[in-house]
């Protein structure tokens, strides 16, 4: 039930742009993004809640297909602080109850 | 406002042994959840709890018990501890549906 991420693991110089993706082989509701830095607790970055709906966040953005239960981020001009492990969570719906599951992640890490 | 408390920050059991992972928030959100956390597999659900006296089954719930006993706390107990079980767990809530999820700084153990 889990999402599924790609790539697994990608490494790029400062400033340069990269896109996770995450699917799902269920009907998506919304994509929730975080990023957790090594020894940290995860942290939330945006979540989308309507198909093809598209945030952002500094230089991060997203886009939600949910006809595709796809969603992707965006990091432009990638900086240092945006190396880690980026997650996206999709809720599962069961009974009424949506239980938020995770993908295995995207390690990110960005070299000067 | 502490957010989200996880005690122990570390344990090391050793296999057999028993012990509850105490999870509390003081955020008045309704639904909490047990994560672990292993390298290479992100984020796997344990148990979810949606409300005060409810628990719902996860990914990964064989080895584990909850108890949701009042809004705030929500625990996770190892009965029989086994090196499989060996991880990092994280603690989380979320207001509602739609709503971003926070974390506890979670809780590394080792079963030897």
């Known amino acids: 039930q889990q999402p599924v991420q790609s790539p697994q693991a990608v490494i790029l110089r400062e400033g340069e742009d990269a896109v996770i993706n995450c699917s799902s082989s269920k009907a998506l509701y919304s994509v929730h993004w975080y990023r957790q830095k090594h020894g940290e607790a995860p942290i939330f970055l945006m979540i989308?809640?309507?198909?093809?709906e598209q945030k952002g966040h500094d230089k991060i953005s997203a886009s939600f297909n949910e006809k595709k239960q796809q969603s992707s981020l965006y990091l432009t001009a990638s900086q240092l602080s945006y190396s880690g492990t980026y997650f996206c969570g999709t809720p599962i719906s069961n009974f009424g109850n949506e239980k938020l599951t995770f993908g295995t992640g995207t390690r990110l890490t960005i070299i000067p | 406002n502490a957010g989200v408390t996880q005690t122990p920050k570390f344990q090391v059991l050793k296999t057999g042994q028993s012990m509850t992972l105490q999870c509390a928030q003081d955020m008045n959100h309704n639904s909490m959840y047990w994560y672990r956390q292993d390298p290479g597999m992100g984020l796997r659900l344990i148990y979810y709890s949606a409300s005060e006296g409810t628990t719902d089954k996860g990914e990964v719930p064989n080895g584990y018990n909850v108890s949701r006993l009042n809004k705030r706390e929500f625990s996770l107990r190892l009965e029989s501890a086994a090196p499989s079980q060996t991880s990092v767990y994280f603690c989380a809530t979320h207001h509602r549906t739609g709503t971003e999820a926070f974390f506890g700084q979670g809780t590394r153990l080792t079963v030897v």
């Open positions: 989308l809640l309507k198909g093809g």
